[in-house]
């Protein structure tokens, strides 16, 4: 069995931080592309940044202020978030897919639970 579990999301105030963590288990960690997404109601889910054994990718609209990085003795890709604006709140999820250069939610395989981003003005 192999699962991702999201976490860490909460309620910060625009200007401020968050890290999200995403826990794998069951299988070895650095044999997936980890990638995060989000989602706002009445909008598709969308691809935010991903991560892979040799690649790093940014969404433009968190490029320089999203963080993506990987502790694999830990098993757990982090999503450092930076400099929040109230359009970044969202449900995010972290999934484990192929290639990070493919941002469709219908090419990954596996998701975790979404923690829930909310930030204030």
């Known amino acids: 069995e192999v699962q991702l579990q999201a976490s860490g999301g909460g309620l910060v105030q625009a200007g401020g931080s968050l890290k999200l963590s995403c826990a794998a288990s069951?299988?070895?960690?650095?044999?997936?592309?980890i990638g995060w997404f989000r989602q706002v109601p009445g909008k598709e889910r969308e691809g935010v940044s991903c991560i892979s054994r040799r690649d790093t990718y940014y969404a433009a609209s968190v490029k320089g202020r999203f963080i993506i990085s990987i502790d694999n003795a830990k098993d757990t890709v982090f999503l450092q978030m930076n400099s929040l604006i109230p359009e970044d709140t969202a449900v995010y999820y972290c999934?484990?897919?192929?290639?990070?250069?493919?941002?469709?939610?219908?090419?990954?395989?596996?998701w975790g639970q979404g923690t829930l981003v909310t930030v204030s003005s």
């Open positions: 999934a484990a897919g192929y290639y990070c250069s493919d941002y469709d939610p219908k090419d990954w395989y596996l």
């Open positions: 069951g299988s070895p960690f650095d044999h997936y592309a």
